[in-house]
């Protein structure tokens, strides 16, 4: 597992900085997908198996063709961490490659 230290504020802002399209949700980071329904499904099973190889686990909501994943490090008292953005690395290239289309936050 990752290192669980608190990131502080400018080390968060700059781990977003190489993640376009996730956004900053509190202690959270989140973003949001557009596939049909059924590959929003399979995308979370996808995103499920990765997340425990590597020990961390996204909050995952299936609506009409969208999905959004948010982390946050819960064993380091809902703060971000290392762990987050290594998560939303993963869930970036598995996305791709299951052809999702990031929606930009607005």
Known sequence: MADLTPLQDD????????????????HAISRTFAHTYHECVHLAMYVAAKAREIGHHPDMTITWQRIT?????????????????????????IAAGHGAVGIEPG
């Open 11 to 26: 080390e968060i802002s700059e781990r977003l900085a190489g993640l376009p399209g996730w956004q900053r949700d509190g």
């Open 69 to 93: 994943f948010r982390t946050t490090t819960h064993d380091a008292g809902d703060q971000l961490t290392e762990a987050d953005f290594t998560l939303a690395a993963h869930i970036d290239a």
